[in-house]
T-cell receptor, first 113, second 117 residues
Framework: GAGVSQSPRYKVAKRGQDVALRCDPISGHVSLFWYQQALGQGPEFLTY????????KSGLPSDRFFAERPEGSVSTLKIQRTQQEDSAVYLCASSLGSPLEQFFGPGTRLTVL | GDSVTQMEGPVTLSEEAFLTINCTYT??????LFWYVQYPGEGLQLLLK?????DKGSNKGFEATYRKETTSFHLEKGSVQVSDSAVYFCALSDRGAGGTSYGKLTFGQGTILTVHP
């Protein structure tokens, strides 16, 4: 069966560019999470959706980061005016509900030059 | 706030050796505890979990016991295989005083395990 998919898998951006990262969760999964994983570190929570509602965005590092899930399925993480410190792997995870098991996507590796 | 501390790696073992990866945590509520594994080129996968004190999670020969008194959740395996080579992450999902949680995970920094034949 289809798991969580993310696109693109790799993204190179010049400093100052805007990027959009997409997450397709497992069909029917209500909960969706975004995490940021810096090189050699564990993932860090960014934001959480229950259906289309963004219930927690406490982990977003600045107002340059914005996430949406308008129809309660696909989610997009947008980073405006990218900086070098934004370079990381961005992971998406979904679950049937909270606090059930989260299934992770393969991640998008963002490199900001 | 919540935090997870894992033993520093990398860890290198010979096949059939005994494995321990230490994990301790700090949480304000009553956390559930997890071990996730990331095999080369693959996404994070749940390895095992425990939701309350003294629970033992187990899977694929790996075990970890939720020790509230020592705030620990050490991962063990009696005999590792080359195929166990991966990065292992300890994580927690806290529950507030009311006992509920939406599942937000707090991860440790990860431990790289390499098993040689």
């Amino acid at each position: 069966g289809a798991g969580v998919s993310q696109s693109p898998r790799y993204k190179v951006a010049k400093r100052g560019q805007d990027v959009a990262l997409r997450c397709d969760p497992i069909s029917g999964h209500v909960s969706l999470f975004w995490y940021q994983q810096a090189l050699g570190q564990g993932p860090e929570f960014l934001t959480y959706f229950q259906n289309e509602a963004q219930l927690d965005k406490s982990g977003l590092p600045s107002d340059r980061f914005f996430a949406e899930r308008p129809e309660g399925s696909v989610s997009t993480l947008k980073i405006q005016r990218t900086q070098q410190e934004d370079s990381a792997v961005y992971l998406c995870a979904s679950s049937l509900g909270s606090p059930l098991e989260q299934f992770f996507g393969p991640g998008t590796r963002l490199t900001v030059l | 706030g919540d935090s997870v501390t894992q033993m520093e790696g990398p860890v290198t073992l010979s096949e059939e050796a005994f494995l321990t990866i230490n994990c301790t945590y700090t949480a304000t509520g009553y956390p559930s505890l997890f071990w996730y594994v990331q095999y080369p080129g693959e996404g994070l996968q749940l390895l095992l979990k425990a939701t309350k004190a003294d629970d033992k999670g187990s899977n694929k020969g790996f075990e970890a016991t939720y020790r509230k008194e020592t705030t620990s959740f050490h991962l063990e395996k009696g005999s590792v295989q080359v195929s166990d080579s991966a990065v292992y992450f300890c994580a927690l999902s806290d529950r507030g005083a009311g006992g509920t949680s939406y599942g937000k995970l707090t991860f440790g920094q990860g431990t790289i395990l390499t098993v040689h034949p």
